[in-house]
């Protein structure tokens, strides 16, 4: 569920477009089960184009 969410949000964990707000929990306790489970939120980031 956390690795669909960050999918779908391109990585970002807080604020009004983040995955912790899809997933209904507060920012800090969604960055912690992304450390507990191993989680690297930064290969669901997409590249910009310059």
Request: aromatic fraction near 8%; hydrophobic fraction near 35%; charge should be positive.
């Amino acid at each position: 569920m956390i690795e669909a969410a960050l999918t779908q949000c391109y990585g970002r964990v807080s604020g009004p477009s983040g995955a912790a707000t899809k997933l209904g929990l507060p920012a800090r306790t969604l960055d912690s089960k992304i450390k507990r489970f191993k989680i690297n939120k930064y290969r669901f980031k997409v590249p910009r184009a310059n």
